[in-house]
């Protein structure tokens, strides 16, 4: 799913490199500041060391969107800085202009979703050895009874 909503991203955005932005569309984008293929000026990420979110709309420059990710320059104080963003680094990209956005869960909040899922699962499994795949298993409704 999150490969198909970064190809949405995507296309979107070799859409605005090859017309501009459309009517009042702009874009709103969070990303990982640390990701390793990051490309923004050492200022910057030590201004955002976490994440930062950027915006497309009124002045930008050489967008230029791959596979991989997209590069693009746009002005932080009167000062033009290149970025190169890759889409695996996008944590949110919104368009408020229509109400639609896209929100990327981390790998970290995965990982700690399952563990902290983990110890319930072990709670809720048997402690008899369980059956084979495509064995079905009998119970016999004797073994409950009373005598």
Do not use: C
Request: net charge negative; glycine share 6%.
């Amino acid at each position: 799913m999150h490969r198909a909503m970064r190809g949405l991203i995507q296309e979107v955005l070799s859409r605005v490199a090859a017309e501009g932005l459309p009517g009042k569309h702009h874009f709103f984008i969070t990303f990982d500041t640390m990701h390793p293929d990051v490309e923004i000026a050492d200022w910057l990420s030590d201004r955002y060391p976490g994440e930062m979110t950027i915006v497309i709309q009124h002045w930008f420059d050489g967008l230029s969107v791959t596979s991989e990710g997209f590069s693009i320059t746009l002005n932080f104080g009167d000062s033009p800085e290149p970025l190169y963003i890759p889409f695996d680094a996008i944590r949110t990209f919104v368009d408020p202009s229509v109400e639609f956005g896209l929100r990327f869960e981390t790998q970290d909040d995965e990982e700690e979703d399952e563990d902290e899922e983990a110890p319930m699962q072990e709670m809720a499994e048997p402690e008899e050895e369980p059956a084979k795949k495509g064995a079905a298993q009998v119970v016999s409704l004797d073994s409950f009874r009373k005598s």
